[in-house]
T-cell receptor
Framework: AQSVTQLGSHVSVSEGALVLLRCNYS??????LFWYVQYPNQGLQLLLK??????LVKGINGFEAEFKKSETSFHLTKPSAHMSDAAEYFC????????????FGTGTSLTVIP | DVKVTQSSRYLVKRTGEKVFLECVQD?????MFWYRQDPGLGLRLIYF???????EKGDIPEGYSVSREKKERFSLILESASTNQTSMYLC????????????FGDGTRLSIL
């Protein structure tokens, strides 16, 4: 079975500061991992994905995430926060034995303080 | 770009009504999904489909049914709407094969009065 835990339902950072959103996963088989962003009143947009190639994955809008098997983590980072990064972020896991079924975390709301 | 279109952005219905939420994708994806999103609970899977006329229950199927008569269209049906089904509903699609991302529509915010 697969599951995802996102630590911190709300994160606030100052504009220009480092963004770190935490995601830990549980999977009995090698996982596929995803980060999505949701702006108000919109659907989810894919930021980046890990599918067993490079462990450091670069995504859109300057975000990246590192897959750490020993820590079962896939934390999302961005070196310098921008006001436009304020949104809800979701981590998700799927696996080869569950087809394309995703398991989502409960989300982290990011606030950027000017 | 993949386009997943949900028929309504906002919908208001009354308790006991039969409600249809429609979703269409234009990328010939095999897989389609219906989620509901509630604050603090994230996304919860209601039903999904791997092929035409095929459906599988997700984590919270009670009170819902689905229909997939054509590959591009996946409908969610609330047989008899109740106030606890007030929520944001999200449709998604993906191609078959491991590691494929899901592509989401903009959601339907449904209020049951």
């Amino acid at each position: 079975a697969q599951s995802v835990t996102q630590l911190g339902s709300h994160v606030s950072v100052s504009e220009g500061a480092l963004v770190l959103l935490r995601c830990n996963y549980s999977s009995s088989v090698p996982p596929y991992l995803f980060w999505y962003v949701q702006y108000p009143n919109q659907g989810l947009q894919l930021l980046l994905k890990y599918t067993s190639a490079a462990t450091l994955v670069k995504g859109i809008n300057g975000f990246e995430a590192e897959f750490k098997k020993s820590e079962t983590s896939f934390h999302l980072t961005k070196p310098s926060a921008h006001m436009s990064d304020a949104a809800e972020y979701f981590c998700a896991v799927s696996a080869s034995n569950t087809g394309n079924q995703f398991y989502f975390g409960t989300g982290t709301s990011l606030t950027v303080i000017p | 770009d993949v386009k997943v279109t949900q028929s309504s952005r906002y919908l208001v219905k009354r308790t006991g009504e039969k409600v249809f939420l429609e979703c269409v994708q234009d990328m010939d994806h095999e897989n389609m999904f219906w989620y509901r999103q509630d604050p603090g609970l994230g996304l919860r899977l209601i039903y999904f489909s791997y092929d035409v006329k095929m459906k599988e229950k997700g984590d919270i199927p009670e009170g819902y049914s689905v229909s997939r008569e054509k590959k591009e269209r996946f409908s969610l049906i609330l047989e008899s709407a109740s106030t606890n089904q007030t929520s944001m509903y999200l449709c998604a699609s993906s191609p078959s094969g491991g590691g494929q991302p899901q592509h989401f529509g903009d959601g339907t915010r449904l209020s049951i009065l």
